[in-house]
Each structure stands twice: as structure tokens, then as C-alpha cells.
């Protein structure tokens, strides 16, 4: 009997858990459509206004085959999460000028959740 008890605490804690990643999953996705989604996809090679995103933490930026938008093709910088966090925040004043994108991501939360889904970590 105990063993059962047991057993059913593991389960009940192990889909809590898996269910509360799904959830962060989820909210990262939805807002990564909301924010992002218009301009972007998450599917490598497939442009929309603006480069996919797939594969973007580490990449340098600008890099993608990607045409139409060149502002930061022949700048230094690679996309990690301090990067991204201030970019997604505040793109002209991340990068010193006028950019195409106009959205702007206040909310440390929201930026977070968007980040971890780019990383695939949500």
C-alpha cells in the first residue's frame, strides 16, 4: 500500500512538473507570434518581412540569406540572450540607429519567455 502511495506522489509530481514547462512553452510561443511572429518565422530558411529566427542564439548577426534588410549585416555582433534581451527591448537605441523593427518588448517577463523560446529551452 505504501509503495502505491508512493508511486502515485511520483507521478502526480513528475506530470506537475512537465506540465508546468509545457505552460512555459506555451507562453513563450504565444508571445513570440504576438511580438514577432508578423516579421518572423522559427522555420530555418523561411522569410517573412523580416529572417527567420531558427538557430539564431549564436549566430552572428546579419548572416542569414536574407536580403532585404541589411542594418545589421556588416556589424560584429552574435545573438545571445543579453543581446536579444536588448534588442527585443529597445532596437534603436541597442544598436545606435533607426532599424525596421518597431516592436518593442517592455516587459522583462515577456522577454524572458520570448528568449527562452528562441533557445528552445521552454
Known amino acids: 500500500m505504501n509503495t502505491t502511495k508512493i508511486l502515485a506522489l511520483g507521478v502526480a509530481a513528475a506530470i506537475a512538473v512537465s506540465s508546468g514547462s509545457a505552460l512555459a512553452k506555451s507562453k513563450g510561443e504565444k508571445l513570440f507570434k504576438k511580438k514577432c511572429g508578423?516579421?518572423?518565422?522559427?522555420?530555418?530558411g523561411k522569410h517573412k518581412?523580416?529572417?527567420?529566427?531558427?538557430?539564431?542564439?549564436?549566430?552572428?548577426?546579419?548572416?542569414?540569406?536574407f536580403g532585404k534588410y541589411k542594418a545589421l549585416k556588416d556589424s560584429d555582433l552574435v545573438w545571445d540572450e543579453d543581446n536579444i534581451d536588448k534588442w527585443i527591448q529597445n532596437p534603436k537605441k541597442f544598436i545606435g540607429k533607426p532599424t525596421a523593427m518597431t516592436v518593442k518588448v517592455k516587459k522583462?517577463?515577456?522577454?524572458d519567455?520570448?528568449?527562452d523560446f528562441l533557445k528552445g529551452e521552454d
Open 38 to 44: 508578423t516579421c518572423h518565422t522559427m522555420e530555418a
Open 49 to 65: 518581412v523580416g529572417p527567420s529566427l531558427a538557430g539564431i542564439m549564436g549566430r552572428k548577426a546579419g548572416s542569414t540569406d
Open 108 to 111: 522583462e517577463k515577456e522577454r
Open 113 to 115: 519567455a520570448i528568449i
